[in-house]
């Protein structure tokens, strides 16, 4: 398998960090390929006869991992209940399972956690990496902040940074995407552990009124595409689902408590387009590989960067016949976070807070008083109908709204100058794009360091 130049620059830089760190980052966004660097790296090292543990903590990235190691001709183990565990320089493992068999095996030369934003989550990652403290670690994720806002400097010391969002889309390795949001009013949640109460989000969203809504737009704005709508609950998800069937859209609910078999059966017929809608609670929030989602519906509030992140991320993935993704937000999590492709600080550091830095002046997304489209902060006229915001901010509140495109001439824009920056190669043509646009020069030495450091 072939890497691309930004694969095979991170995969440098990671050796490079191996050389003063034992414990090292990987922060790359959903679809960005961190499965396929991690496996070229496994391989890498079983060729010079060292071992390797992949750490999973879903049944599906088993199979996923296990798919990207065959592709590289690694012959491979698993931990994991139900698999076969003969013994293998390059183990694929269950958290779940190795935290019980630890003692099973020998320690291997590097342990490869992925989804590593979890390591610091319960006992069970903790358990595991205090055994194996000797080891090399590689974390991967897309989103290394915690619920919790605890920081992730106590498991790894170093941090190397892949393309980001807007990078890979002006690079067509990932799909562009259009944006609608609603202006809703959802009575105030109560936090817990980090995000909104489950209950608190339960009784906002899980009401008919809602659930019609979201059916309607999706006819109205992806019908006959597949869609995945994230829930707040198991059975917000099945009533859903039962919305979508009762329209005529062929439904159905997945999740973490249904047998193996019949989770890889809906997949594979969502994946056909048998099934053209499938919700769910979580179980598709972050690792699963479905690049035929083409539109993400958003009925699961959250309070978590992290989460919606990890929604969105879902469905940018490229696919044949997709021409770009479609979200549909009923949640208002839009209006939290910002746009998918907003640029994020990512930090190691201390002052993790669960929320990402935003650099100053980039992208935010508000809501036009007048007639509801969806524009970045900033914008003091509505390019649509042009209604002015007024000085002091103020909440605009209604019960249902039409979801309305992101401003189709800022879009554009947008997608121009990130597509001017992926194609300034070189630091002379950097400095040249930055002066060009009013930067200071420390703009372009900042995104070529960034980009072969």
């Not at 960005?32 to 496996?39: D, L, P, W, Y």
Request: glycine share 8%; charged share 25%.
């Amino acid at each position: 398998m072939q890497l691309y130049p930004d694969q095979q620059d991170m995969i440098g830089e990671l050796r490079a960090a191996f050389q003063q760190f034992k414990n090292v980052l990987l922060v790359s966004p959903t679809g960005s390929g961190k499965t396929v660097c991690f496996s070229y790296l496994a391989n890498s090292i079983a060729k010079r006869g060292k071992s390797v543990y992949i750490l999973v903590h879903r049944e599906e990235l088993m199979d996923q991992v296990s798919a990207s190691l065959t592709s590289f001709g690694v012959e491979h183990g698993f931990v994991a209940s139900g698999r076969p565990s003969t013994y293998k320089p390059v183990m694929v493992c269950s958290v779940f399972t190795l935290v019980n068999r630890m003692q099973d095996y020998p320690l291997p030369d590097m342990l490869i956690l992925d989804e590593a934003h979890h390591a610091s989550q319960g006992s069970t990652w903790s358990r595991i990496l205090a055994h194996f403290a000797t080891c090399y670690v590689l974390g991967v994720t897309a989103t290394p902040i915690r619920l919790d806002g605890k920081p992730l400097r106590g498991h790894f010391a170093h941090m190397v940074l892949g393309l980001s969002v807007a990078d890979l889309i002006a690079r067509e390795r990932l799909s562009d995407y259009v944006l609608y949001c609603p202006p809703i009013a959802i009575a105030k949640m109560r936090m817990r552990m980090g995000d909104f109460n489950r209950e608190d989000m339960k009784n906002a969203m899980d009401k008919p009124s809602i659930t019609g809504n979201a059916v309607d737009h999706y006819l109205k704005r992806g019908a006959g595409k597949r869609a995945v709508a994230f829930c707040v609950s198991l059975d917000h998800a099945a009533a859903v689902a039962l919305e979508f069937e009762a329209r005529g859209v062929k439904a159905a609910r997945i999740d973490g408590g249904m047998d193996r078999k019949e989770r890889k059966g809906l997949i594979a017929a969502f994946s056909r387009g048998d099934i053209k809608v499938l919700t769910s609670c979580d179980l598709i929030s972050e690792g699963f590989d479905i690049p035929a989602i083409e539109v993400a519906i958003l009925l699961r509030p959250t309070a978590s960067l992290s989460l919606y992140l990890q929604q969105v991320g879902r469905a940018l993935r490229r696919h044949p016949g997709k021409t770009h993704a479609i979200i549909l937000d009923h949640a208002g999590n839009a209006g939290r976070h910002g746009y998918p492709d907003e640029v994020h600080e990512w930090s190691l550091g201390e002052e993790a807070t669960g929320k990402a830095k935003k650099k100053a002046g980039e992208m935010s997304v508000r809501t036009c008083g007048g007639c509801y489209a969806a524009a970045r902060s900033g914008t003091m006229i509505c390019p649509y109908c042009k209604w002015e915001w007024p000085i002091e901010a103020r909440e605009v509140q209604a019960e249902e709204g039409e979801l309305e495109e992101v401003a189709l001439a800022e879009r554009q824009a947008a997608i121009k100058k990130r597509q001017e920056q992926g194609m300034a190669k070189t630091l002379p043509e950097l400095m040249t794009l930055a002066k060009e646009r009013g930067y200071k020069p420390g703009w372009a030495w900042k995104i070529f360091n960034r980009r072969h450091a």
